[in-house]
């Protein structure tokens, strides 16, 4: 993630001790700071969980190519719970319980119940269209500290990607009765030629609304996604550019929205470019911390990891045709810790791997290359250059690619 409200704007939040390695100079009344690690590198991963896969909607970009049927084999409670008691053994920061669409697995409240009783914070990935008042209201009860609500642009624009008529209606009120209850509620679009025009509405939207975080997701071309994946570099600039000066503009007006985009960590060297250009003092000071940070290179297999519905483990929730073991076998702990795991080795050693113009970009310190399964779908080895860079060859120095 590129936390674009501290990175362009200085707008701390209790994460920027995960992710850059700073403890927070003030506090914002809303969540405690992670712990601060050693460096990225040694960081706990925070783990997705897609407890289910099943789901209510089908969307056009579903990782998990979804759908509203039962599939067989997900891990059942007490299995769950062995699980948990292991992430809290392991000392995870975080457990992103999703899907599928998570408010179809009966057992979520007490799975996130036991979590919390274990140490473990819990955030919930939702689409937001069975988030009834009673269900809001007991989200807030557990204590979840965040819950994203997938929204892809306006009325017209969501029931299209959400694959269901009436979908926008439903999430919209889902949000409402989330902030409601008091509970800390987000936005998810993923970044699309269909979407990035929507970015002016949703951030109307959120402000008229009252939502305090957002995070724009690069397109990654797994499951459904591959049917509309596509690279406009011109469109994603005109984005994250959007993205950027709305930012801005609402912090300093005192909003107090958290920004993020994720899944293209070439936006990192982008805010930093950008600062540059404008003459800002802390260009420099942001630089150090998305270098802190590396990008791709601390994340995949080593920041962030998921767990399936049927209990395989996976570098990250895109990366499905890949299996690095089962919990149902070994625990986690021993499967994210296995120096013998090949994918793991290689991902944790990336910069001897990955090639390419991503490995002579001057930045590849600060990016790490992006998202390696990005690579791996569209050119069929994950240590080419990430197909999605919308940086220039004079941006990143590279020449005669």
């Given at each position: 993630m590129?936390?674009v409200g501290y990175l362009y704007?200085?707008k701390?939040s209790?994460?920027?001790?995960h992710r850059?390695?700073v403890?927070?100079k003030t ?5 405690h700071a ?11 991963p ?5 407890i ?5 909607l089908?969307c056009?970009?579903c990782y998990n190519?979804?759908s509203?049927?039962?599939y067989p ?6 299995e769950?719970k062995?699980?948990?008691d292991?992430?809290a053994f392991?000392?995870?920061p ?5 899907g ?6 009966a057992?979520l409240?007490?799975?996130a119940q036991?979590?919390?009783?274990k140490g473990i914070?819990t ?5 937001g ?5 009673p269900i809001?209201?007991a989200i807030?009860k557990e204590k ?5 609500v997938?929204?892809?642009?306006m009325?017209?624009v ?6 269901v008529?009436?979908a926008?209606g ?5 949000i409402?009765?989330l902030?409601?209850a008091?509970?800390?509620?987000g936005l ?26 957002v ?8 499951g459904?996604?591959?049917?509309i994946f596509?690279i406009?570099t011109?469109k994603?600039r ?5 993205i950027l000066a709305?930012?801005k503009a609402?912090l300093?007006?005192?909003?107090p929205?958290e920004?993020?985009?994720v899944?293209?960590?070439a936006?990192?060297?982008y805010v930093?470019l950008?600062?540059k250009?404008e003459k800002?003092p802390?260009?420099e000071?942001v630089y150090?911390?998305?270098a802190?940070n590396g990008?791709g290179?601390?994340?995949s297999?080593?920041g962030i990891?998921?767990?399936?519905s049927q209990g ?6 895109f990366?499905?045709?890949?299996s ?8 986690f702990s021993?499967i994210?810790t ?9 991902l944790?050693d990336r ?15 600060a ?15 994950p240590?080419?250059s990430?197909p999605?860079?919308?940086l ?8 005669g690619e």
């Open positions: 590129i936390d704007a200085g701390e209790g994460s920027v001790s850059y390695g403890l927070p506090g914002n009344g809303e969540e992670y712990p601060l690690p050693a460096s990225a590198s040694s960081r706990r925070i783990v997705v969980w897609n289910t896969r099943s789901c209510n089908r056009l970009h190519d979804s509203a049927k039962r084999g997900e891990l059942t409670t007490q769950a062995i699980v948990i292991d992430l392991f000392k995870v975080a457990i992103l319980f999703s599928g669409e998570p408010l179809l697995r057992d409240f007490e799975l036991y979590a919390h009783s914070r955030t919930l990935s939702t689409n269209t069975l988030m009834t008042e809001a209201q807030k979840f500290s965040y819950v994203g997938s929204l892809d642009g009325e017209q969501h029931d299209h990607f959400r694959g008529k009436g926008f439903r999430t919209v009120q889902g409402r009765n902030v409601q008091g509970q800390k509620t998810r679009l993923t970044l699309t030629s269909y979407t990035i025009n929507q970015i002016d509405e949703l951030f109307d939207f959120i402000e008229r609304e009252g939502i305090r975080r995070c724009f997701y690069h397109l990654v071309p797994s459904r996604g591959k049917e596509a406009n011109e994603t005109y984005g994250i550019n959007r709305r930012t609402l300093e007006r005192g909003y929205l920004v993020l985009t899944d293209n960590h936006d990192g060297p930093y950008k600062l250009e800002n802390r260009a000071e150090q911390r998305i802190w990008g290179l601390y994340s297999g080593i990891a998921c767990i399936d395989n483990v996976h570098p990250d929730q990366w499905t045709d890949d690095l073991g089962n919990v149902r076998e070994k625990p021993e994210w296995d120096p013998r795991e090949p994918l793991l080795q290689k944790r910069s001897n791997y990955v090639y390419g113009r991503c490995r002579a970009c001057q930045f590849f310190s990016c790490g290359g992006a998202l390696r399964i990005r690579a791996k779908v569209v050119t069929d080895d240590w080419h990430d999605a860079c919308y220039t060859n004079e941006e990143v120095n590279v020449h």
